[in-house]
């Protein structure tokens, strides 16, 4: 089992370099895209892809 969680308050994305992009299995793969930029460029999390 898997748990993915991004705390919106605490993301500065201005200051990251993308890790939960980074470091999500699916996405290193290259098969899903399963988390993408929402408003603001906070990362959003699809929860049914994940």
């Known amino acids: 089992m898997r748990i993915a969680a991004v705390l919106h308050d605490r993301c500065q994305n201005r200051k990251c370099n993308k890790e939960c992009i980074k470091f999500?299995?699916?996405?290193?793969?290259?098969?899903?895209?399963?988390?993408?930029?929402g408003e603001r460029?906070?990362?959003?999390?699809?929860?049914?892809?994940?």
Not at 45 to 50: D, F, P, V, Y
Request: charged share 20%.
């Open 24 to 37: 999500c299995p699916l996405m290193r793969t290259g098969v899903t895209e399963c988390i993408t930029e």
């Open 41 to 50: 460029g906070k990362p959003v999390i699809s929860e049914t892809i994940c």
